[in-house]
């Protein structure tokens, strides 16, 4: 006879002790094993023996038990099946709570072997006398469509669900809409239908309409809210369905829960849009302002959450919240993320009326200590100042105060801001000027300069050394980041344009500069562009670097209208949270917030490729100063997209048939080339100019670098553009 080998460890002694004798001892040992469990140590190889202890009077015992089969269910399939029949068995138990418990676990269970066992106890707890059971089955019935939908259907468990949204218990009737709204999301999201025929898909009728208004105020809060996005999903037959909906919900905005109450803003939301009444649309607005501002005291995380929301409520409803100004003010104990999102709201709250105290609060912000905070509250002075003309004036000596307190983070971001504002309001604050220009060592980030360098070049004939201040940047060009080249390039030509005899020397060193030692293509692309202009034609470059420029303006919303109305419909989701619908960031099919933004966009994408390319074709060669003109006759720009679906590339181009894309857009670009038959191609077109380069700036001196250089003895092959 064999001696067996002594064991030892913790997983040994509580297998010891779930087989004991002794009542207390078992039920001490399942409680170590669950804490066990929670800490992420594995008890996995004690499933038999626990599973011996399921069968007990002791409610929280059996509870214990049924929380470990949960969690090692998947990992021991083949032991669940011994599980069965104390599921079965309890799930006829007089004890309410031990049936609702078995068929909770039961539908959490998750393995296949078990699925067959669960349909006839959970078609009893649907038509149990216990609403507890009821509402537990209910959620069940969701459960088990998601791992096996056809089980659901074949045994008439979804006909029971509609059946119990007459039941008598809201809360049942609370579950049952959450069961059948879960059921439906998942029917549609694999096969996206709105068809009624289909036995998932959860259609709400008048009739369903009145039950779940009934049960609204008598159910959780957890059940309110699964009703009220119910209601959201519901279309309207008339207007005065819609008014009676509103009506009925409004009350949900004093609950406690802030989820109620975002959730009741977003059905109200939803059927406003069918109210006519503009009595009745006034007081729901003005009903809907209280709520939010309660929101607002909530802890950082909700009031974050809330502000998301209202700021896209504000975008559809811009008087939602046109007195309560203040309750956005930043507390000083207030996280970045929530002041940033209060600065947001702020701005778009601003009027004429309340625009001194905004800016008073303003200017308070930006003496604080977080810096991208100040740089957030000075953006907003700017913002204020586009938005209100009538404030405009206020706005800017706010911004020279700040820049008067020599703060180097300050003042730039009040020369960035300025720029905005000159390029609103044209030649209106040009005595900020010398100001801005006395500040000009404090700036060291790109940016800031950047903005600098186009107040100069714009203004270049009212500074008197403006030549002098660029001066400074074309002897520091190749330092500089590459936006504050090309920014420096701008307005170099530009004040050479202005006062061309003044600043030959600057253009022409900058310009030698940018085409021989600067390592960035756009710059010296740039600089080739503005060279060739000079040199052949200033009027044409004054058309083009001196052209009108049509003032800013700030949009009143973020997104695309399209998509803001489907964002409302999302309110109190993360969709609201994110501003992106949740197909850009939920599941497998994410698609990106850009194609999003096309959304309810008149003309197709493929059309407006098509267009882009035919405006490409037709369009004149900016680098051609020639006198050659177009053929007459010919189709230009986009009018020519009227000949082109009649190609079979575009045709299946545009039809969405295509096999190979791409090659059918080069076959358009080919046809456009026969059918444009006085267009030259690229070097025939740009050699009659090419002579005039070798002498680009006559009249005020020569480029050694270009002149050195014969046109005419440049290969085709290596001078593509035809610049040198």
């Known amino acids: 006879m064999s001696i067996r080998a002594p064991r030892k460890g913790e997983n040994y002694e509580l297998s010891v002790d779930l087989n004991s004798e002794y009542r207390d001892k078992r039920k001490d040992a399942i409680k170590r094993v669950i804490a066990s469990m929670t800490v992420g140590k594995d008890v996995s190889g004690l499933f038999p023996d626990v599973l011996k202890n399921m069968q007990t009077d002791d409610l929280e015992q059996k509870k214990l038990v049924y929380l470990y089969l949960m969690n090692y269910a998947k990992t021991q399939p083949e032991l669940v099946i011994l599980a069965v029949n104390t599921f079965v068995k309890d ?109 998932a898909v959860f259609s709400i009728t008048s009739a369903i309409l009145n039950k779940l208004l009934i049960a609204l105020n008598e159910c959780s809060e957890w059940g309110r809210v699964a009703i009220l996005n119910a209601l959201a999903r519901y279309d309207a037959q008339d207007d005065k369905e819609s008014e009676h909906i509103c009506e009925r919900v409004v009350p949900q905005f004093q609950h406690v829960n802030g989820s109620v109450v975002l959730a009741a803003m977003k059905v109200i939301m939803i059927h406003i849009r069918n109210v006519r009444r503009d009595d009745l649309v006034k007081q729901l607005i003005r009903k809907m302002a209280p709520p939010l501002v309660t929101l607002l005291s909530s802890p950082p995380e909700v009031q974050w959450v809330a502000l998301r929301n209202i700021n896209l409520l504000l975008q559809k409803r811009s008087d939602l919240l046109s007195n309560e100004m203040r309750v956005f003010f930043c507390k000083y104990n207030d996280p970045l993320y929530v002041k940033i999102e209060k600065l947001d709201i702020m701005v778009r709250l601003a009027s004429d009326s309340n625009v001194d105290a905004l800016l008073s609060e303003l200017k308070e912000y930006s003496s604080e200590v977080d810096v991208d905070f100040v740089r957030k509250s000075i953006k907003a002075i700017g913002q204020t100042a586009i938005t209100i003309e009538s404030a405009a004036e206020r706005c800017v000596n706010v911004l020279l105060e700040l820049i008067n307190t020599r703060v180097s983070y300050v003042v730039q971001e009040a020369v960035v801001v300025m720029k905005d504002i000159f390029r609103k309001y044209p030649s209106t604050y040009e005595g900020v000027i010398p100001t801005l220009c006395a500040n000009l060592e404090e700036l060291d980030e790109p940016e800031a300069k950047t903005s600098l360098i186009w107040i100069i070049g714009e203004y270049a004939d009212k500074i008197d050394n403006a030549d002098e201040l660029l001066g400074i940047f074309v002897d520091s060009f190749t330092e500089e980041s590459y936006q504050v080249q090309l920014q420096t390039l701008t307005a170099v030509v530009k004040l050479f344009l202005k006062k061309p005899d003044s600043s030959q020397g600057v253009v022409q060193r900058v310009l030698n500069t940018a085409t021989k030692d600067c390592d960035s293509p756009d710059v010296r692309d740039r600089a080739y562009i503005y060279w060739r202009l000079l040199s052949t034609d200033p009027g044409a470059a004054k058309a083009v670097v001196l052209a009108h420029r049509p003032p800013i303006s700030i949009p009143r919303t973020t997104v695309s209208p399209a998509l803001l109305e489907e964002l409302l419909g999302e309110i109190s989701s993360l969709a609201s949270v994110y501003h992106k619908p949740a197909q850009t960031f939920v599941g497998h099919g994410r698609v990106g917030a850009d194609s999003v933004q096309r959304k309810g966009s008149e003309i197709s994408d493929a059309q407006k490729a098509l267009q882009t390319v035919v405006a490409g074709q037709q369009a004149e060669n900016l680098l051609d100063f020639g006198d050659d003109s177009a053929q007459d006759g010919q189709p230009s720009g986009l009018a020519a997209t009227q000949i082109l679906p009649s190609t079979p590339a575009a045709a299946n181009f545009l039809s969405g048939t295509s096999a190979n894309p791409l090659d059918d857009l080069v076959s358009i670009f080919g046809g456009m080339e026969t059918m444009d038959t006085g267009a030259g191609s690229m070097s025939t077109t740009l050699s009659p100019t090419t002579t005039s380069l070798s002498s680009p700036f006559e009249g005020f001196g020569g480029s050694p670098a270009l002149s050195s250089q014969p046109a005419q003895n440049a290969q085709p092959q290596e001078d593509l553009l035809g610049l040198f």
């Open 91 to 199: 799930s006829e138990d007089p004890n309410p709570l031990v049936r609702a418990l078995a068929i909770r676990t039961m539908g959490c269970l998750r393995a296949e072997k078990i699925i067959d066992y669960l349909c006839d106890p959970l078609q009893r707890a649907l038509r149990d006398d216990n609403p507890y059971v009821r509402k537990t089955a209910a959620l069940c019935v969701a459960k088990l469509y998601d791992l096996k939908p056809e089980l659901v259907i074949e045994n008439g468990f979804l006909d029971q669900l509609r059946d119990m949204i007459s039941d008598s218990n809201p809360m049942v009737v609370a579950n049952t809409v959450a069961a059948l709204t879960d059921i439906h999301i998942s029917a549609t999201s694999n096969q996206p239908s709105d068809s009624t025929s289909d036995p």
